[in-house]
């Protein structure tokens, strides 16, 4: 980011899931912003909607889908006046691809926006590291190949163990499913040295808990943040 000024686009953030995920994305958005006073921020909507039905469960056939929730907040968003969408849940967007056609305004993608930010970090390959939901859809997999991205994927045992680490951080103890997170990364390390895709917006804030290294991993918020603010700063 270059020259600061004032942006002529207003952003509308679909949060909630989860409330401290979107709260970082806010953070993120207020620190990295190329601005040099108030004025010069983007106008912002927020809607916090932590009653969205867990995607997650949906994705794996033990609850309620939020399609209808996720569609109704993001029109609503729009008809305030949001000239663009963002939405700081990873798993969401398997639910959002199925209607992202009939929003009237742009929606800035989280797992493209991810997946392009893991190429340019580590061409290589990344580990990917997300809910189950997020895992069993082949979300991140089909993105990856339409990018020609390899991600590579730990064994179940490992999938549980990053859950409970996102589930930790749902229950407001960051600093216990950094803690988890720190042994499944460590031990990932061992048998393959690449970085850490961090695909749910719970992750980024364990893995900053875990103080594991910055500079090894891509998080989902950062890669969102930065889009986001390319579309307000162009």
Not at 34 to 57: C, G, I, M, N, W
Not at 142 to 150: A, I, L, T, V, W
Request: glycine share 8%; hydrophobic share 40%; aromatic share 6%.
């Amino acid at each position: 980011m270059v020259n600061s000024r004032q942006p002529d686009k207003i952003l509308g953030v679909l949060g909630g899931m989860g409330p401290a995920a979107a709260a970082e994305f806010l953070r993120l958005l207020a620190e990295r912003a190329p601005v040099s006073r108030d004025q010069e921020h983007a106008v912002t909507y927020l809607l916090s909607d932590p009653q969205v039905p867990d995607r997650s469960s949906a994705i794996l056939g033990t609850g309620e889908d939020p399609t209808e929730r996720l569609k109704k907040n993001l029109l609503t968003l729009a008809g305030w006046g949001a000239d663009v969408l963002a939405v700081p849940c990873n798993t969401a967007h398997f639910f959002i691809d199925r209607f992202r056609e009939e929003l009237p305004v742009p929606l800035i993608h989280i797992i493209d926006e991810t997946v392009g930010a893991a190429g340019r970090m580590s061409p290589a390959g990344a580990w990917l590291l997300a809910t189950r939901g997020t895992m069993d859809s082949g979300l991140y997999q089909r993105y990856g190949e339409k990018r020609n991205y390899p991600f590579f994927v730990p064994s179940l045992e490992v999938q549980q163990k990053v859950q409970e680490s996102i589930e930790l951080v749902k229950s407001n103890r960051k600093a216990e499913g950094g803690e988890l997170l720190k042994g499944v990364v460590l031990e990932l390390w061992e048998e393959r040295d690449l970085p850490i895709c961090a695909a749910c917006t719970e992750l980024p804030l364990a893995y900053d808990a875990s103080g594991l290294p910055q500079e090894k991993t891509v998080s989902s918020l950062g890669a969102l943040c930065e889009a986001c603010l390319r579309a307000l700063y162009p």
